[in-house]
Each structure stands twice: as C-alpha cells, then as structure tokens.
C-alpha cells in the first residue's frame, strides 16, 4: 500500500502563487509516475501535471507556463509550483501515485487551492 500527505493548499489572489507538496510512504516501486489532478466543483478530476520517475513531464494546456511540476526521489515526494494563478485554477488538488508496470493508482486526501481576489 502507498499513503500519500499532501500540504501548501490555500487562499490566494489571483496573479499570486502557491506550492504544493506530496510526500509518499509505504510501497513504493521506482517505477512510477507522480503528479497532481484537480477538480473543481461540478467539473471532472482533471491532469494538471505529472512526472515520471525517469524524469518526463507532462502538463495540461492550460497550465503550461505557469505551473512547474518536480520530484525528489530521495523523498518519494512531488511538488507542484503555481505562479500566475487564476480563478479558474480553483479546484481541489490530488496528488497521484501510478505504477508504471502494474497500473495502479493511489490518491491523496486532496487539499483545497482558492484563487480569488
């Protein structure tokens, strides 16, 4: 099993920043991938970013440029820096788990990001 704690969720204006942390224990195969969705209220939980453990990223379009995703492997930790936010960036943010080579999938509890003036 694999429990993920994230932190760094909060009120911020907008054009402000905020950074993320997820720390991993338990079970964990270096083959992964880790990284964070998102879902704001009525919407579906959406990728924002995600890295592999060889390094790759990947980030949704409407993050690009603004959002930075990296991992300590040391930690078995990610983070997420957002700069430039938005309104729209309002969701509950989950951080990710996911075994490359069986597919499973673990979330953490979520922590809320509100961007509003």
């Known amino acids: 099993q694999v429990q993920l704690v994230e932190s760094g969720g909060g009120l911020v204006q907008p054009g402000g920043s905020l950074r993320l942390s997820c720390a991993a224990s338990?079970?964990?195969?270096?083959?992964?991938?880790m990284g964070w969705h998102r879902q704001a209220p009525g919407k579906q939980r959406e990728l924002v970013a995600r890295?592999?453990?060889?390094?790759?990223?990947d980030y949704a379009d409407s993050v690009k440029g603004r959002f930075t995703i990296s991992r300590d492997n040391a930690k078995n930790a990610v983070y997420l820096q957002m700069n430039s936010l938005k309104p729209e960036d309002t969701a509950v943010y989950y951080c990710n788990l996911h075994r490359l080579v069986t597919g499973d999938d673990y979330w953490g509890q979520g922590t809320q990001v509100t961007v509003s003036s």
């Open positions: 338990g079970t964990i195969f270096s083959i992964n991938a």
């Open positions: 890295i592999t453990s060889y390094g790759t990223t």
